[in-house]
């Protein structure tokens, strides 16, 4: 019976260090394999910050990236294969999708794919005419905020949801990833470029299974930007002219502009602009009382996006606007003329801001303006 027993351990440990083998080489086989899966572990995202999309031997692994931490928010892993049904994982290419922020659906109509929107946020802010239509005639259907969404009706109506991000985890993600609705939070207008903010074109791409077309469109918006880029450093060059440039106008009792480190503040320098709030850190606004406003800024040559139509409406909603050396000079200009275009198209199409600006600052007189014009005096 002792015999018996050893020579089972024995047999047993000959087992063991069998299987054990076959695991090490199994494992080693498996990284191997990994390894191989991903093609290049570079990035196809050239400008963006907040998004990196890889490509795998299968399809594509898509990570979200939250601006305040750095850390990775989300990561999808894409495939147009037959996939099981998990929390990460989108097969492609996808049927249908909602849009709760309106750079989402200027993206998606360059791509031309807007009738795959199902849902959008609110009417009032939207421009596209095909989705108002739809909106109408309730073939799609309007949502508000986020937070207040019912994740079994969104289901009904697709299994993607994009939205602005807020660097914040929404209130019923669990039951969003319950019902397999992937949510896909935007932060475009984090980003510190204007191409970057313009590449997240790429990540509606990918969800389209088009990102080869999608390349080809980015590189021509690419190579206008930087062409017009260059047209306003050789107008400088010659000019020797920098005008001064104000943003933004008084909300409740502060005045917001964009910070220093914004896509727009960058914009406004490629358009030859010297930018007041450039030195304020920061990508998202950058916040003065009026006294700082008028004291340092009052003598600003031009001003930007003030978001009113008219001279009137601003002295009616404060006359200290017409302190300002750009009021009394009627160098005040916005898109606050057709507001729910600029919104929902301007991300998409920077290089179109870019030569309404370099208009703006120089005044070339060669094109008429894409989004913007003067306000009326």
């Not at 990775?72 to 990460?88: A, G, L, P, R, Y």
């Not at 009738?115 to 309007?142: A, F, M, R, W």
């Not at 985890?169 to 896909?184: A, R, S, V």
């Not at 302190?323 to 998409?348: G, P």
């Amino acid at each position: 019976m002792i015999l018996g027993e050893k020579v089972n351990w024995a047999e047993n440990r000959i087992f063991l260090y069998i299987i054990s083998s076959l695991i090490i080489v199994y494992g080693c086989n498996q990284t191997h394999q990994n390894k191989q899966e991903l093609k290049n572990n570079k990035s196809i995202v050239k400008y963006a910050q907040y998004f990196d999309i890889f490509e795998y031997k299968n399809g594509y692994k898509l990570q979200i990236i939250n601006p305040d931490n750095g850390n990775i928010e989300k990561t999808f892993f894409v495939n147009k294969h037959s996939i099981n049904k998990e929390k990460n994982q989108i097969k492609v290419p996808i049927k249908s999708i909602i849009c709760l922020s309106g750079t989402d659906i200027g993206y998606i109509n360059k791509l031309n794919k807007i009738e795959k929107i199902k849902g959008i946020s609110q009417l009032k802010y939207l421009h596209d005419k095909t989705l108002k239509k739809k909106v109408l005639n309730k073939t799609i259907k309007e949502w508000n905020d986020i937070h207040s969404l019912s994740p079994e009706k969104i289901y009904k109506e697709s299994s993607i949801l994009s939205y602005s991000g807020m660097g914040k985890t929404i209130e019923k993600e669990k039951q969003f990833q319950l019902l397999n609705i992937h949510t896909l939070p935007n932060y475009d207008w984090r980003e510190t470029h204007p191409l970057g903010k313009a590449e997240w074109i790429k990540m509606y791409a990918l969800l389209f299974d088009n990102l080869s077309e999608c390349d080809k469109l980015f590189r021509l918006i690419e190579k206008r930007y930087k062409h017009l880029k260059e047209e306003a450093k050789k107008i400088i060059q010659k000019s020797k002219i920098k005008p001064s440039i104000l943003s933004g106008s008084l909300i409740s009792e502060f005045w917001y502009m964009p910070a220093g480190d914004s896509y727009f503040a960058q914009i406004i320098s490629d358009a030859g602009g010297d930018y007041i709030a450039k030195n304020n850190k920061g990508t998202g606004s950058a916040v003065f009382t009026i006294e700082q406003v008028v004291k340092q800024y009052r003598h600003t040559q031009i001003w930007i996006n003030p978001m009113f139509y008219s001279s009137r409406e601003m002295k009616k909603a404060s006359q200290v606007y017409t302190l300002f050396d750009a009021f009394a000079n009627k160098q005040v200009y916005c898109y606050s003329h057709q507001i729910n275009s600029f919104w929902e198209n301007s991300a998409s199409e920077p290089d179109k801001i870019l030569s309404d600006l370099i208009e703006i600052f120089h005044h070339r007189n060669k094109k008429k303006m894409y989004f913007y014009k003067k306000i009326s005096f």
